[in-house]
């Protein structure tokens, strides 16, 4: 149980509730000022039970409580994570020469922290992309796209596997981040961080990323959304129509999508169903969304 509230306390956690705040905001301004909706039908909007007691936002929080028992076998591997980067950092030595020269601090943080915010943001675009291409890990992430109601919290709406897969792709990305970063920058590896996350991380959350799960289609420029992943083209990934199919992969940036040839960038008052192409009831059952029809 208080793995799940973490999942509201922790600023490195997207459910944090100073961004879902901020998600809130960012919302209403975007409804009332650019797409001037009534107050009225914005906050019907916010507090829609139609869609945060839908079947399928039940079954988001059915899921959010399995997979906090599934993550909690991890627990002896992120243990682990500190032998993964030492065998990291040793190995090194096989491959260069430890540089000499001295870097200011601020600099080594500076290289850390955007080198580990590019390699995990691709890790996630490469690994989501293969979830698609696959189809035995499809099985396990259709669970996600089985959502015909987008809120937040569907953000942890995942198959227990692919929640421990993305868990393990995260040990790997940082213990090789901070191995080779160990190596040479010596001690002074750390990230540029506030209220103890990275910075990227909080000012990605804090601009809305909450939004995209959401039915809040909030769009960037065409030339923007073509570097960064707005929530409106995240939703656009969760589309029911086929022209739509496997686009838009990317977590933050959408220069990967444009180099695999899977950006789409949204429209102003675009219209998206969500879910599977063929949907029934039962994908919001626990049988199918574990086990599978």
């Not at 291409?133 to 987008?150: D, E, Q, V, Y």
């Not at 191995?179 to 590896?189: D, E, L, P, S, Y």
Request: charged share 15%; glycine share 4%.
């Amino acid at each position: 149980m208080t793995d799940f509230f973490a999942n509201f306390l922790n600023p490195e956690k997207r459910l944090f509730i100073g961004y879902l705040i901020s998600a809130a905001f960012i919302a209403f301004f975007w409804l009332r000022l650019v797409q001037k909706k009534p107050l009225v039908n914005i906050a019907s909007g916010f507090f829609n039970s139609k869609v945060w007691f839908s079947k399928s936002a039940i079954a988001d929080y059915k899921l959010m409580f399995i997979n906090q028992f599934f993550l909690k076998l991890l627990t002896p591997i992120l243990i682990g994570q500190l032998a993964l980067t030492l065998f990291v950092f040793e190995n090194m030595h096989l491959l260069f020469t430890r540089p000499s020269a001295s870097i200011p601090v601020w600099l080594v943080m500076l290289i850390f922290t955007s080198v580990l915010f590019v390699i995990d943001d691709f890790s996630r675009y490469f690994l989501h992309r293969l979830m698609h291409r696959i189809p035995l890990l499809w099985k396990f992430h259709k669970a996600h796209h089985s959502a015909t109601n987008l809120t937040p919290l569907t953000v942890l709406r995942t198959h227990p596997i692919e929640a421990v897969l993305f868990s393990l792709r995260a040990i790997v990305v940082h213990s090789l981040c901070l191995g080779v970063c160990f190596f040479f920058f010596a001690n002074n590896v750390s990230l540029i961080e506030i209220f103890g996350a990275s910075v990227f991380v909080v000012i990605f959350h804090a601009l809305g990323s909450n939004l995209r799960h959401s039915h809040v289609n909030l769009g960037y420029w065409d030339w923007l959304e073509k570097i960064f992943v707005s929530p409106a083209q995240h939703q656009i990934h969760h589309s029911t129509n086929p022209k739509h199919f496997d686009c838009n992969f990317g977590a933050i940036l959408a220069i990967w999508d444009n180099i695999g040839s899977s950006c789409i960038v949204s429209e102003k008052n675009q219209h998206i169903k969500f879910g599977l192409k063929e949907q029934s009831e039962k994908d919001h059952t626990l049988k199918n969304l574990i086990i599978g029809s």
